[in-house]
């Protein structure tokens, strides 16, 4: 078979994995979906009472869809890279004539499906049943296009990296789970980040996680209201900068720390 | 036709303890070499550079022909190896497992043939996760022979099993073996390198110290047998040379059967342990403890 082939192959075998299992599919695919859902329907309309522009649905979507990136690539690939080198499934493919680039393209191709279809709920849900309007501008679609793009890229090369950070399939859920979790708050998915204190705002400020948020806020709040981000606008080009630094660091880290094999195995 | 095995001088230090000192090994094609040994004796690190996951620090080793620690995914397509740990694939049914791994074959036997092989057959879409342990090795050794492999490594591989799963997975790999394929063994039961070597090898303290056929090991076949049974209430036991003579001797002595006759040879397991003897000693009991004595 062509390595096109046992990618199709590794890609198809990887989802079914994926949507086998209950936590994955609760916690990373229906998650930003439910939460956009709960929230819209806990402040309603609450937020325009209040003076803004936005509905509840508005105000938190660009938030969820940068959440759900996270959740799709870094999340799902740190955990599950974690587990299989824990239980030996990747010194097993590793003793198959399987291209070894083979076994990553099935995690992109998880990670682009995943992300892709959680994506188009999370639209599809705001749109229909939030009736929140979608932007039509053919730029604000290409600001979405390379948001999305560097944001799932960045999260995917960097869960392959930290993977090896969350050792042994134990520990992984809390190692890396939890920072991702402060990270979605302090970062602008869960709250309005010009609400949180500045100290956390320059924390969150280093990771891609606020950067896609931004993007994200970028695309679907009206043009207007970038006046009231902390910069006083979407700062695009550092957007871009910060995120391709990030793929690039992950690619790197990635690259040099990956094992097939259980540290202190071989 | 060249040995699919051939190791000379191989050396293995971990942070400056020696794991492997100097070991030979020739392994033929067709046969079913088991090697054992204690555990920390060298054996996993030899199986590991055998199957191209170690560096070896000095000697020569050819595998079907190439060196291991060069060879490519070529050397791999003739190579099976069913590792030691049998975990993971949980959420794939035990027909997807093994399709997945026949498509990164060149030439792969039938998927459905060898689950009937294997004895998997009425297990085909049930997960693997709900396998019993014995099945679940019979899914690895289907996964490690689907790429019809010259060469495959079964390390521990009844580890856990129940008698009865013990000698359904040793009739599997008797079949193998029959079909020509060469296996090497790793194990901790003798009973189990009895049964389907041809020859074993035995490694401690980073040696071979012996490769021989499980009737000969250590000089077997030529030691004493031991003639036992029952007379005037207790067992009585003797040493002997020829014991179709001493039988024959009891036999007239006591008109007809001989109460609880029982002629043993010493066990493969007798054989190995004293061989293994004096390694064990030197090589894992620390100095302070022989000076107490």
Request: charged share 20%; no cysteine; proline share 5%.
């Amino acid at each position: 078979m062509s390595l096109a082939a046992i990618a199709v192959d590794r890609t198809v075998l990887e989802l079914k994995m994926y949507f086998r299992e209950r936590e994955s599919v609760f916690f990373s695919f229906l998650f930003p979906v439910l939460m956009l859902s709960l929230f819209a329907a806990v402040f309603g309309d609450s937020f325009r009472q209040g003076g803004s522009e936005l509905s509840a649905a508005q105000f938190f979507l660009p938030g969820m869809i940068a959440g759900g990136v996270m959740l799709t690539s870094f999340q799902t690939l740190a955990l599950s890279v974690s587990m299989e080198r824990d239980d030996g499934t990747l010194k097993r493919l590793r003793s198959t004539p399987m291209p070894p680039v083979a076994y990553f393209l099935g995690k992109v191709g998880l990670v682009a499906a995943t992300s892709l279809a959680q994506l188009a709920l999370l639209l599809v849900v705001t749109r229909l049943v939030f009736d929140v309007s979608l932007p039509t501008e053919p730029s604000a679609w290409l600001t979405f296009l390379w948001v999305f793009l560097l944001g799932v890229g960045g999260g995917t090369v960097l869960g392959i990296a930290y993977s090896t950070v969350a050792g042994s399939a134990r520990s992984a859920g809390a190692v890396v789970i939890g920072p991702l979790l402060v990270l979605q708050f302090i970062s602008g998915v869960y709250f309005a980040y010009g609400d949180i204190p500045a100290w956390l705002q320059q924390v969150a400020a280093l990771f891609p996680l606020k950067w896609v948020a931004q993007g994200m806020r970028s695309v679907f709040y009206p043009s207007a209201m970038q006046t009231q981000e902390v910069a006083g606008s979407w700062e695009h080009p550092l957007t871009a900068l910060v995120l391709t630094l990030w793929l690039v660091a992950g690619l790197v880290l990635s690259a040099r720390t990956f094992s097939w094999f259980k540290r202190g195995s071989v | 036709m060249t040995s699919p095995v051939l190791v000379e001088g191989l050396h293995k230090t971990y942070s400056g303890v020696p794991a492997v000192a100097g070991l030979d090994l020739e392994i033929h094609a067709g046969e079913v070499f088991a090697l054992l040994g204690p555990n920390g004796a060298g054996k996993t690190t030899t199986v590991e550079v055998l199957e191209g996951f170690r560096r070896r620090d000095g000697g020569r080793v050819e595998v079907l022909g190439e060196d291991p620690q060069s060879a490519g995914l070529d050397w791999r397509q003739r190579l099976g190896i069913v590792l030691q740990s049998s975990r993971g694939l949980d959420l794939l049914t035990v027909r997807e497992a093994l399709a997945s791994t026949a498509k990164v074959y060149r030439q792969p036997r039938d998927v459905d043939e060898v689950l009937e092989w294997v004895g998997l057959g009425e297990k085909r879409d049930a997960r693997t996760a709900s396998l019993s342990g014995g099945q679940r090795r019979r899914l690895d050794v289907g996964m490690g022979i689907i790429g019809r492999p010259e060469l495959l490594f079964l390390d521990e591989p009844t580890t856990g099993f129940d008698p009865r799963a013990r000698r359904d997975f040793w009739a599997l790999i008797a079949g193998l073996a029959g079909d020509g394929t060469t296996i090497v063994l790793t194990t901790h039961y003798l009973d189990e390198a009895e049964q389907l070597a041809d020859r074993v090898g035995v490694i401690a303290g980073g040696r071979m110290l012996t490769v021989d056929t499980p009737a000969q090991l250590g000089g077997r076949h030529a030691q004493e047998a031991t003639v036992s049974w029952r007379e005037d209430g207790g067992v009585r036991t003797l040493s002997t040379a020829e014991p179709t003579a001493e039988v024959a001797r009891l036999a007239a002595r006591f008109g007809g059967e001989v109460p609880e006759l029982v002629v043993a040879r010493p066990t493969l397991e007798d054989t190995y342990l004293r061989l293994i003897e004096p390694h064990a000693v030197s090589v894992e009991r620390p100095v302070v403890e022989e000076v107490a004595r």
